[in-house]
């Protein structure tokens, strides 16, 4: 059974405007969360992560919301450029090793 | 030079010849992983490390088999490849994630990746 869902496999979105990747768990074990951004040909990088203690976490143009009684958590990106077109992870850990989600393909339009 | 290297990059075999994938890490972390990347699956865990010693079966365990050779590196092995073992292979690394919320964010460090093609 998966752990951690990531429902859409893909997103297009036009340049400047903002890109919603969204994420949902069953595990309430589940403590951290983390976004990971990937690029083909490279692995995957470190983008963002949100604790359980809160809900919201932001990094410039990136920012995660996490609903923890609806065990679901997003990613804003705003404005959207055409360089964050890749695919995006959600993973959440608990006291475990990172469980991932299978991804959702974001392309920002130009 | 990257932190984490794999070896080989690509590789092309044939169905029950014994493959290793080699990885390398100068972060100094403790913690090594082994990740499979398949289209529409996502990154699924195959074996984990803590430390030399520790060797842990992750979700899809069956049909590898892993060596922690020294703290820097962790290969992978398939023993008698099949084609359905055809896929992009990760290998990671994280430090000990300490208490939560006091500067650790969980991460895990990514080598560029595997790609391994079982014919």
């Not at chain 2, 000990?96 to 990746?113: D, I, N, R, S």
Request: contains cysteine; hydrophobic residues 35%; proline residues 4%.
């Amino acid at each position: 059974d998966q752990q951690v869902k990531q429902n859409s496999p893909s997103l297009s979105v036009q340049e400047g405007r903002i890109s919603i990747l969204n994420c949902d768990y069953t595990n309430s074990m589940f403590d951290y969360f983390l976004w990971y951004k990937k690029y083909p040909a490279e692995g995957p990088t470190f983008l963002i992560s949100i604790s359980s203690i809160k809900d919201k976490n932001e990094d410039g143009r990136f920012t995660v919301f996490l609903n923890k009684s609806a065990k679901h958590l997003s990613l804003h990106i705003v404005p959207s450029q055409p360089g964050d077109s890749a695919v995006y992870f959600c993973a959440a850990s608990g006291n475990t090793p990172l469980v991932f989600g299978k991804g959702t393909r974001l392309s920002v339009i130009a | 030079d990257a932190d984490v290297t794999q070896t080989p990059r690509n590789r092309i075999t044939k169905t029950g010849k014994r493959i290793m994938l080699e990885c390398s890490q100068t972060k100094g972390h403790d913690r090594m992983y082994w990740y499979r990347q398949d289209p529409g699956l996502g990154l699924r865990l195959i074996y984990y490390s803590f430390d030399v010693k520790d060797i842990n079966k992750g979700e899809i365990s069956d049909g590898y088999s892993v060596s922690r050779q020294a703290q820097a590196k962790f290969s992978l092995s398939l023993e008698s490849a099949i084609p359905n073992q055809t896929a992009l292979y990760f290998c990671a690394t994280s430090d000990f994630p300490g208490l939560a919320g006091v500067g650790e964010t969980g991460e895990l460090f990514f080598g560029e990746g595997s790609r391994l093609t079982v014919l």
